[in-house]
């Protein structure tokens, strides 16, 4: 990987001191919003992996990878807005384009839960 790519999550870092540790070596995120910014980041990588393995458990029954690659795959994701962040949510807005190229908003509020410290995705309320 290239060390000048920028994060897709809005960081202004590059990739390898951004989000790459988190998604490719292991490397837990240190927050429940620094998880939120990798999950978006794997979604522009179609790393269906981590975001399933980034789901809490309790969760993963109800969601597929080869669901959440579908969609990875057939949008085209554009920036990340992070509007709140606290201690276990993060609410945000992900901007992509669908498979028609028609301009679409993702706006949640996620919820995060620490558990054995590890940061998960549990859920969002979406708006």
């Known amino acids: 990987m290239s060390n000048n790519i920028p994060c897709p999550c809005g960081s202004e870092l590059n990739l390898e001191q951004c989000c790459s540790p988190y998604i490719y070596d ?22 269906a992996t981590y975001l399933f393995n980034t789901t809490h458990i309790s969760e993963r029954r109800y969601t597929h990878k080869s669901d959440i690659l579908a969609w990875a795959k057939q949008n085209t994701w554009q920036k990340l807005e992070v509007i709140k962040s606290t201690e276990n949510t993060v609410e945000f807005k992900a901007y992509f384009l669908d498979e028609n190229q028609k301009p679409q908003i993702h706006h949640e509020k996620s919820t995060f839960i620490n558990f054995e410290n590890v940061w998960y995705y549990v859920d969002g309320k979406f708006y």
């Open 26 to 47: 292991g490397v837990g995120a240190p927050t429940a919003e620094k998880l939120m910014r990798s999950r978006f980041t794997a979604y522009t990588l179609h790393e």
